[in-house]
C-alpha cells in the first residue's frame, strides 16, 4: 500500500522560507512522477509542481515559478519543495501526491498525503 506523508508546515513571515518534505513508501519510489499541490480555505486544490521519477524535468504552477523548487532525493524516498519568498497567498494546506502508473509524464495522481499547513504573515 503506498503511503505519502508530508511534513515542514509552519508559520512563517512574509519573504521567508520553509523546506516542505514527502515520504513515500509502499513501492519502488524511483519509478513514479510526483507532486505537489495546495489547497486555501475555501478555494479549490490548485497544482504547484511536479517532477519526473529521474527528476530530469520539472514543471511549475506560474504563481511559483523563480520562488518554489521541487526535488527528489531516491535514495530516501523522500520529494522536497522549497518555497522561498513566500506571500501571505501561499497560505494553505500543501499535498503530496504520486501517479500510479511507473515512468509516465505527465503525471495522473492517484496517490495523495494528508497534507502540511503552510502559515504566511504579513
Known amino acids: 500500500q503506498v503511503q505519502l506523508v508530508e511534513s515542514g508546515g509552519g508559520l512563517v513571515q512574509a519573504g521567508g522560507s520553509l523546506r516542505l518534505s514527502c515520504a513515500a513508501s509502499?513501492?519502488?519510489?524511483?519509478?513514479?512522477?510526483m507532486g505537489w499541490f495546495r489547497q486555501a480555505p475555501g478555494k479549490e486544490r490548485e497544482f504547484v509542481a511536479a517532477?519526473?521519477?529521474?527528476?530530469?524535468?520539472?514543471n511549475y504552477a506560474d504563481s511559483v515559478k523563480g520562488r518554489f523548487t521541487i526535488s527528489r532525493d531516491n535514495a530516501k524516498n523522500t520529494v522536497f519543495l522549497q518555497m522561498n519568498s513566500l506571500k501571505p497567498e501561499d497560505t494553505a494546506v500543501y499535498y503530496c501526491?504520486?501517479?500510479?502508473?511507473?515512468?509516465?509524464?505527465?503525471?495522473?495522481?492517484?496517490?495523495w498525503g494528508q497534507g502540511t499547513q503552510v502559515t504566511v504573515s504579513s
Open positions: 509502499g513501492r519502488i519510489f524511483s519509478s513514479y512522477s
Open positions: 501526491a504520486s501517479d500510479q502508473r511507473p515512468r509516465t509524464w505527465p503525471p495522473r495522481y492517484d496517490y
Open positions: 517532477i519526473t521519477w529521474s527528476g530530469a524535468r520539472t
